[in-house]
């Protein structure tokens, strides 16, 4: 069982590895403001992607408010990215392959720019890749999880199939054991019979001799009397 879910993992792995991750800066019009920010594409499902995203953001950044699906942080402060308190603004959308993930980081003095600030630029762009890499980090284990589920259903099954087929085995090898003895007992009764009926041949003879035996012995008593009338 151990193989088999060894061989699940390293499948999943593989599949996870051949994951897409890719990070581009784009401009984003949120209400009719255009803003400059990153881009990261998943191929995980929008419902999935929204719910952690917006958890991760909590943890790392501080208080998510979410308004009309646009996630906004105010003075985070991420300290990967700068040590000074930014803005975060965030809205995660469906895409044909799976979902994105588009925000936008203020500075204050500006917003964080591939050209303008290269190194916090690196830095948003490796934490955006830390939360891809959660997110197939977390669908890995739920296929796992659903796997291990499987292969447990699996196992009852097979052992219910497997305790099935030894419950009629034993009702095959009980029946044959009632056919012997059934067997053996018709045998018996067939010579209980046989005894029977020469019992019954001898107790004919028997009742053959007796009556001849009451007949002769009527005779004697009939000839005595006889000898006692002739005695005057």
Not at 140 to 169: G, P
């Amino acid at each position: 069982m151990r193989g088999i879910i060894l061989a699940m993992l390293l499948m999943l792995t593989g599949v996870c590895q051949a994951q897409v991750v890719q990070v581009v800066e784009k401009e984003q019009d949120l209400h009719g403001v255009i803003r400059r920010g990153q881009q990261l594409s998943v191929e995980i499902d929008p419902k999935t992607v929204e719910k952690s995203w917006k958890d991760y953001l909590g943890k790392k950044a501080g208080k998510v408010k979410s308004s009309k699906g646009v996630y906004t942080v105010e003075s985070a402060v991420i300290d990967t990215i700068s040590n000074a308190p930014m803005r975060v603004v965030s809205v995660v959308s469906s895409s044909a392959q799976g979902s994105t993930v588009w925000w936008s980081l203020d500075m204050g003095v500006a917003y964080i720019d591939k050209d303008a600030t290269p190194t916090e630029y690196a830095a948003s762009e490796r934490f955006l890749r830390g939360f891809a890499r959660k997110l197939y980090r977390d669908d890995v284990l739920r296929q796992i999880n659903e796997a291990e589920d499987v292969l447990r259903a699996t196992k009852s099954e097979q052992d219910r199939v497997v305790k099935e087929a030894n419950s009629i085995q034993q009702s095959i090898d009980k029946n044959r054991q009632r056919r012997k003895d059934l067997e053996a007992e018709l045998v018996r009764n067939a010579e209980d019979l046989k005894q029977l009926e020469l019992n019954v041949e001898h107790n004919t003879k028997q009742q053959e001799i007796s009556r001849q035996q009451v007949q002769d012995m009527e005779k004697s008593v009939e000839a005595v009397r006889a000898k006692l009338k002739d005695i005057k």
